[in-house]
């Protein structure tokens, strides 16, 4: 089953400094029917403007990824982590037992993300917080986070929950196949451009909540940034 949840049906929330649309209940927007998936908790698509920011705020027993699309976002935590992740690069929160961090756009842009939690496998882990820098270059997807110990061997950032994150430029014309493992699925989000996943259109910013399918194609019908979440579901 392919569930496409378009860009105009998702929630939404707006200040002088936030444009912020939920693909999961989030806030003030409650969904029964979009609480997550499987322990994909929150996918929040958030524009900040410059000089702005999220204040010192705490967190617990979540792993928080955050892909930065456009701009960079800078990090402050209670751990004394500081850390700048621009456009294309993710940074990686172990929230644990308990953390509290800021995060502020610095640029002289608005500054545009992802911030996606995922509930860790098990509780009370020690909090910690992680970024790295991908090489922009190339097509396809490349793991960036994982809780599999061969992931992060390979580099990808670690999580502690059963889950990965790909991320990654798909050429218009350009295929990508994934095949689930028993018993998973896939979120799925263009970043920008638009994909078919398995014939089903899927356009900019719309997410695709994917599942029951032994094989998954998805095929650029223009130049894709595209963001996908591996989860038991």
């Known amino acids: 089953m392919i569930d496409v949840r378009p860009f105009t049906s998702l929630g939404a929330f707006r200040n002088d400094w936030l444009n912020a649309h939920h693909h999961f209940s989030f806030g003030e927007y409650h969904d029964p029917a979009r609480m997550g998936f499987g322990r994909l908790r929150v996918w929040n698509d958030d524009e900040v403007a410059p000089g702005q920011g999220f204040d010192p705020h705490p ?3 979540m792993e928080i990824v955050t892909y ?8 402050r935590d209670s751990l004394g982590n500081e850390g700048r992740t621009e456009a294309g690069d993710i940074q990686v929160m172990h929230a644990g037992t308990g953390i509290v961090h800021a995060e502020y756009n610095l640029e002289h842009e608005a500054t545009r993300l992802f911030q996606i939690w995922i509930m860790p496998d098990t509780r009370g882990a020690e909090p910690g917080w992680g970024a790295r820098r991908f090489p922009k270059a190339g097509d396809g997807l490349t793991v960036l986070a994982s809780g599999r110990a061969e992931d992060a061997a390979s580099g990808a950032l670690p999580l502690n929950a059963d889950a990965s994150l790909l991320a990654g430029t798909v050429a218009a014309g350009e295929t990508v196949i994934l095949k689930p493992a028993a018993g998973r699925g896939f979120y799925l989000v263009p970043a920008t451009g638009a994909v078919t996943v398995n014939g089903t259109p899927v356009g900019p910013r719309d997410g695709a909540a994917i599942t029951g399918e032994a094989e998954v194609v998805i095929k650029a019908t223009e130049a894709t940034e595209l963001v996908v979440v591996d989860i038991a579901v």
Do not use: Y
């Open 59 to 61: 967190h617990r027993e």
């Open 68 to 75: 930065v699309r456009q701009g960079a976002i800078t990090h």
